[in-house]
């Protein structure tokens, strides 16, 4: 049987589908999974050991382009396409079972990966009853054990988030760094994009110790191989969150503009840090006001709630 997986675009929409993707490689375990991806979280199913084929379509290239794609896709035959980006794609795949073309879920404040999770259980495919983790092997495992100091405590910090607005700020995540450091014998890593360097100096510059700096050095793999030696992640709401909560890590999350009932993290013995706003969570794309969702959160509350999570 030959399925075909069309993903969301975004590395953190991506990794919160993988619930439903679970469902669907516990049910069909002798099927042969494509995944039509975009250039920004192809790596994500690449490396993953499941996926035979990964499609890679990206919506900056011409029409002709696409539609050679889409034509490929059509003739490779495949009898199941799930479609989580509500394409219509699946309609010029003759005689493919697939997720109903003009359905959307009803999100509401559920999490988005039972969101998800909808489009493959009204295919009458039953929940995942058992937890995924990110793909990785032996040769990422050596990798991550380069980076790990024998006898401390992996912790996995990350300050930057795609959107300024959802991002602490440089000075709490130092303050809470030096804490975890000294009184808990922590080895904080700090993780994040290439994008996120500037962030990641500035906390960095602000601590009081030296962080193991991984920003930019770590793929798919390696983060699956480092979230499985970590204790507890720290991070704003970012993809790494959802990364924390399929590789089951305990995560402190912060959260301001952003609703953690949507978007909170999953692994047992998680906590969510916020201000109690009237305007909060807004979801908006600007702050109308000082974005004291964010700012006034404080560090003494982030290393608690990490402490907590360390003691357990």
Known sequence: MKILVIELSNLGDALLTFPALHALWQSYPQAEFHVLASPRNKDLFISNPRVQRVWVLDKQAGLWRRGLIVLDLVLEGFQLVVDFKNTMIPLFIPRARHTPVFFRPRPGNRHRAETH?????????????????????????????????KGKVPVVMVPGARSHLKRW????????ADRLIERHQAQVLLVGEEQERPIADEVTRAMRNRPTDLVNRTNVRQLGALLSHAKLVITNDNACLHAASVAGVPTVAIFGPTDERKYGPRAAGSAVVRRTLVCAPCELALCPYHHECMSGVTADEVYSAAARILQS
Do not use: C, H, N, Y
């Not at 909808?118 to 990110?134: D, F, N």
């Not at 700020?169 to 809470?176: N, T």
């Open 169 to 176: 700020s440089a000075a709490g995540f130092a303050e809470v």
């Open 117 to 149: 999770l909808e489009w493959v259980t009204r295919l009458g495919i039953p929940a995942p009853q058992s937890r995924l983790r990110l793909p990785f092997d032996v040769r990422e495992e050596r990798k991550v054990e380069e980076w790990l100091e």
